[in-house]
């Protein structure tokens, strides 16, 4: 059986490329969101781009960056579900994370493997946010 050779270079050009369109999107939609707080389609399409930063994360092992994505998407998860509401303490956490997601992949990219301080601080206020935010 023949093996497929990934070139894990073209791959981790194409993410770093690729994240930073989806984290200035996601920073568009979350501004837009905290405008329109109801709209199904922003929460949505943050959903997804958390998701999608999430799946590249992982296939470049940026595991740092995956968690974060990950945390969002459970965040987001709640809101498309109504068990949680949008709120501007909300939205600005979340712009929080795409701030830290920035500089993760940054490190990532540098050679850094483990999660930095601000990594793992905005974990928990995600979490936080996830486990104590008021229906919408």
């Not at 199904?40 to 968690?67: I, M, P, Q, W, Y």
């Not at 303490?89 to 712009?95: D, E, G, S």
């Not at 974990?123 to 104590?132: E, F, I, K, M, N």
Request: proline share 2%.
């Amino acid at each position: 059986m023949d093996e497929i050779e990934i070139d894990r270079e073209a791959l981790l050009t194409a993410f770093l490329a690729e994240s930073e369109e989806i984290l200035a999107r996601l920073e568009r939609s979350l501004v837009a969101l905290e405008a329109a707080p109801g709209d199904d389609e922003l929460v949505n399409a943050v959903f997804r781009d958390a998701h999608t930063l999430k799946g590249g994360a992982s296939l470049v092992a940026f595991d740092a960056v995956r968690d974060v994505a990950h945390d969002m998407e459970h965040v987001l998860d709640r809101l498309r579900k109504r068990q949680l509401g949008v709120s501007n303490a909300l939205v600005t956490l979340m712009l929080r994370a795409v701030d830290v997601l920035r500089a993760a992949i940054g490190e990532a990219a540098s050679g850094r493997t483990g999660a930095s301080p601000a990594t793992e601080e905005v974990r928990q206020r995600l979490a936080g946010a996830a486990d104590t935010a008021t229906p919408g």
